[in-house]
């Protein structure tokens, strides 16, 4: 067996169909891009038009086989159709990675009611709901698997976590309920934990450059992650390699937790 055949039997991605919700920009859409270069054909759903069919066409050019789906993920009836439009397309996706989130940072004292919903919203409820939809199905194929992308703020409080740490959390804890009901049965289910990764999600707190430099010197690297940083990450846990990995928070934070 040459080297090309064996990486293509642990990584390749040819003949799966993966769902990528925030996958129009920053972590979610490295992410998207990852999935489909390894040969998953891609279903990115997102909000904004214009940045979707940015990333498709990318992909596209590359020869992948990607495709896009605009949603509202703040409600149940948007989640909903966005799963049905989206299993529409390539068929029932046997990869679901949550990565779309908002990020409503008011000091603790300050969240209303409507932050903490849209919040918990977007960031647990639709990945609940896309579980639910989806994880069944792929415990009944016997092959799924489901990533969340959470936070540092899931396991620990910093920079007003408030209510977006709160709702990577629960997702993380949401990864071990659904690893626990559905791993026996061969869908994994994990989190991926970026440290500070220089994305639009982040744009408040790049706008201080101290604040910057500052989180970089918490890495043992020496710098801030990039979208690219999840690339391999991903693909690892999408694939047949990542078959014994699962209910796990795989760091991916240039040792940010570790100092």
């Not at 940045?51 to 703040?74: I, N, P, Q």
């Not at 409503?104 to 849209?118: C, F, H, Q, S, Y």
Request: proline share 4%; aromatic share 6%; charged share 20%.
């Amino acid at each position: 067996m040459n080297s090309q055949t064996y990486l293509s039997e642990l990584f390749s991605l040819d003949g799966h169909v993966a769902l990528v919700t925030g996958g129009s920009s920053g972590i979610g859409r490295a992410v998207a891009g990852a999935l489909a270069r390894a040969g998953a054909s891609v279903v990115v759903v997102a909000r904004r038009e214009a940045e979707l069919a940015a990333t498709v066409e990318e992909l596209e050019a590359d020869g992948c086989r990607a495709a896009w789906v605009s949603a509202d993920l703040a409600t149940r009836d948007g989640v909903r159709e966005a799963a049905e439009r989206a299993a529409a397309v390539f068929g029932e996706p046997d990869i679901l990675v949550n990565c779309a989130g908002v990020n409503l940072r008011p000091p603790m004292g300050e969240i209303g009611e409507d932050v903490w919903d849209t919040t918990m919203a977007v960031n647990l409820e639709a990945p609940f709901l896309l579980g639910q939809r989806f994880g069944p199905g792929m415990a009944e194929r016997g092959f799924g698997r489901i990533i969340h992308v959470t936070s540092q703020q899931a396991h620990r409080a910093f920079v007003q976590s408030g209510a977006y740490g709160v709702s990577k959390g629960g997702l993380e804890s949401l990864a071990r309920s659904q690893a626990e009901a559905w791993s026996p049965h061969g869908v994994t289910c994990n989190t991926l934990v970026p440290g500070f990764v220089l994305t639009p999600l982040n744009a408040r707190l790049q706008s201080d450059p101290d604040t910057v430099e500052a989180l970089a010197k918490r890495t043992l690297v020496g710098r801030n992650g990039v979208p690219e940083d999840f690339a391999g990450a991903a693909v690892f846990l999408a694939s047949r390699a990542s078959a014994y990995v699962t209910g796990q928070s795989v760091y991916v934070d240039g040792g940010f937790h570790a100092h």
